[in-house]
């Protein structure tokens, strides 16, 4: 094992795969020598050379859309969105084609292409800037949307999303870029639709994505102080779903609370939570909770993003409400 | 059309005439199976606007690339597409290019290099960039061409990808077929000039314009362009001046085009001009016109035939293709 951050790992995945593969390459804006935006693609650049660590010019639509014409004539494109909040821009390109293209040409084209969106919010960054948009992506046929919360697992994850032949969002919060975690020495892909259980527990599972997985594992050692043992369940990948990892730590524990960083309103936790009342509803002994950020755009002052962003404090009072 | 002396074979002109005869007869036999309520939804098309698709891909091999637009059917046919194929998806038949998944608007052929025919206007410009890109990449000298109408250029993806493919001098040939109208829209009334040429001076790509109903003028513009994106000098756009004849859809009356403007437009369709041209060159007799004309009507009899007595896709189809490992679930 070795230990890197969450930035290093997505990096080192990449690297993996160009290495591998001649078709692999990245476009994104200043991604090439600058490094990218946070640093992420650093020396790529230099490693691999201009063809296959590309420079574009702020077109996110065009970014999108060229790796879509790519992917469907035979390269592994990694099209980097610098902020996840900019694929609104080009959301015609990953909606209306990336996602439908394979279902209306008679399953005839295969699309082996990942958009890396760098979302979430605490960086004091504002309102265009600090969004958790999956709700909308998790919302289109025909995309997976993956959402690592620690280094090992952005490592593998993308490893596994480079080589799918599917239109993959891959969605990486930004707060958690100099996240350091154990990584193996020998980086394997790891499947999508397969939840990793961050913590066991027996009272209550906690359902959790991206930076709310660590808010949740500090809520739930505080509650084991308390004598209540929460089980964090992270998806991992948002679709696939791993439903069977869900509904089995639920059945054990009867009580759920779901956190994600969205707006609650219309937020993929909603999703979750109706899939536990509509399935195994038997099996809950109370409500289920969910938490997410307040209904507002994000704000920029720290004192009112931290009152918008939900946190481990929220998760303990909702969780506090079912015991 | 004359005093053009063109390096082409009267072999290759022949078939030039073919393509156009088979996108005009299998669109006359669309629009009467849609009004006949044989075709569901909606279709758009291509008859007065033969002589563009024809003239491009005339210079084409299956390698190469196209992106087409919601009036695709006369791009598909002209690079090659499978006409009982595309019938029988018009029909909404499982034996259909997309398995009645995909419908008029939305035929691709990826053995031909067909990237689809698309209900969105303007994102072919954005795909035509990846397949630009790749063909450089992977160091071919493959092309793709761009299809699209003049109102699609008042769409940002026309600009982003204008840009890009000539910072990157990628192999794309933007054809533009200036039909006059973007819906109900006339040209003057959408966009304040008259060349959508001109728009390529902002990014430092060559514009031609060309009389779109003259297939040889289009042939000899669009080789000059994909001659020079084969080499690695980057886009060009190709404008064709040409007319719709038909409504925007079928079904739509088309009573916002005033009357004289499509005489005169009919006058010069491209297909009379085409065989007046061949008559008088000798290149067919009347005889053999004839029976060129009989064996493209015995082809699109067999497409209908052929759509006709496909089954209806079973409902699984509906739920299969989404991903290419996850079925989705039924209801």
């Not at chain 1, 950020?293 to 404090?313: G, H, Q, W, Y």
Request: charged share 25%.
């Amino acid at each position: 094992m070795k230990t890197m951050t969450y930035m290093e790992a997505i990096r080192e995945a990449m690297r993996i795969k160009m290495k591998e593969d001649e078709k692999v390459l990245i476009l994104g804006e200043d991604v090439g020598a600058f490094g990218g935006c946070f640093g992420l693609t650093g020396t790529l650049h230099s490693e691999f050379g201009e063809k296959r660590v590309r420079d574009t010019p702020i077109s996110e639509g065009a970014i999108v859309g060229c790796a879509i014409g790519a992917a469907a004539t035979g390269l592994k494109p990694i099209a980097e969105i610098m902020m996840g909040d900019f694929v609104t821009v080009a959301m015609d390109m990953l909606v209306n084609q990336a996602a439908k293209l394979r279902y209306m040409f008679g399953g005839k084209i295969s699309l082996p292409m990942v958009v890396r969106l760098p979302g979430g919010g605490g960086l004091s960054a504002a309102a265009q800037h600090s969004q958790s948009l999956e709700a909308w992506l998790t919302h289109v046929p025909g995309l997976k949307v993956v959402y690592p919360s620690t280094p090992a697992d952005a490592a593998g994850l993308l490893l596994t999303a480079i080589e799918d032949d599917n239109p993959v969002a891959f969605i990486e919060h930004k707060g958690i870029y100099g996240l350091k975690g154990e990584v193996p020495d020998d980086i394997k892909p790891i499947p999508f639709g397969v939840a990793d259980i961050k913590k066991e527990g027996k009272d209550i599972t906690i359902i959790a994505t991206g930076k709310m997985v660590h808010e949740a594992l500090k809520a739930a050692e505080q509650l084991s102080k308390d004598g209540i043992e929460a089980e964090v369940v992270d998806p991992r990948t948002l679709f696939p779903l791993d439903k069977e990892t869900i509904f089995n730590s639920v059945k054990k524990t009867s009580k759920v609370l779901v956190v994600t960083e969205e707006n609650k309103r219309g937020g993929y936790g909603g999703e979750i939570s109706a899939m536990i009342s509509e399935e195994i509803f038997d099996y809950l002994d109370a409500p289920i909770i969910r938490i997410g950020a307040l209904n507002t755009p994000i704000p920029f002052s720290p004192c009112l993003e931290n009152f918008v962003l939900p946190d481990s404090k929220d998760i303990l009072n909702g969780v506090k409400k079912l015991f | 059309m004359e005093g053009i002396i063109l390096n082409i074979s009267n072999t290759k002109v022949i078939d030039m005439y073919k393509t156009m005869l088979k996108i005009r007869k299998f669109e006359e036999v669309a629009m009467n199976a849609s009004a006949e309520g044989r075709i569901p939804g909606f279709i758009h098309l291509y008859i007065g606007e033969e002589a563009v698709a024809t003239g491009v891909c005339a210079n084409l091999n299956d390698k190469d690339y196209i992106t087409s637009t919601h009036r695709g059917h006369g791009h598909i046919v002209a690079k090659g597409g499978n006409l009982k194929f595309m019938m029988a998806e018009l029909f909404g038949k499982a034996t259909g290019y997309c398995k009645g998944r995909g419908g008029s608007m939305h035929i691709a052929d990826a053995t031909k290099g067909i990237l689809g025919a698309n209900g969105i206007v303007g994102a072919g410009h954005n795909l035509a960039l990846g397949a630009g890109l790749s063909a450089q990449y992977r160091g071919t000298d493959e092309v793709c061409i761009c299809f699209f109408g003049d109102a699609s250029t008042n769409q940002g993806t026309f600009h982003e990808s204008l840009n890009m493919a000539s910072v990157w001098k990628l192999p794309i040939v933007f054809v533009c077929e200036n039909n006059g109208y973007g819906i109900s829209m006339s040209q003057n009334r959408h966009q304040a000039i008259k060349d959508v040429a001109d728009r390529g001076v902002s990014y430092n790509v060559p514009g031609v314009v060309v009389d779109g109903n003259d297939v040889f003028a289009v042939y000899e513009a669009a080789d000059e362009a994909i001659k020079r994106a084969r080499e690695g000098k980057g886009p060009t756009i190709v404008e064709c001046k040409t007319y719709r004849q038909r409504g925007h859809f079928e079904g739509d009356p088309g009573t916002y085009k005033p009357k004289e403007e499509q005489e005169a437009w009919v006058k010069k369709d491209p297909i009379p001009r085409f065989e007046k041209y061949i008559l008088e060159n000798g290149i067919l007799s009347e005889k053999e016109m004839k029976e060129v004309q009989a064996d493209i009507d015995d082809q699109i009899k067999e497409a209908v035939e052929f759509a006709d007595n496909s089954p209806q896709p079973e409902l699984e189809i509906a739920l299969q293709d989404v991903y290419s490992d996850i079925k989705e679930e039924g209801r």
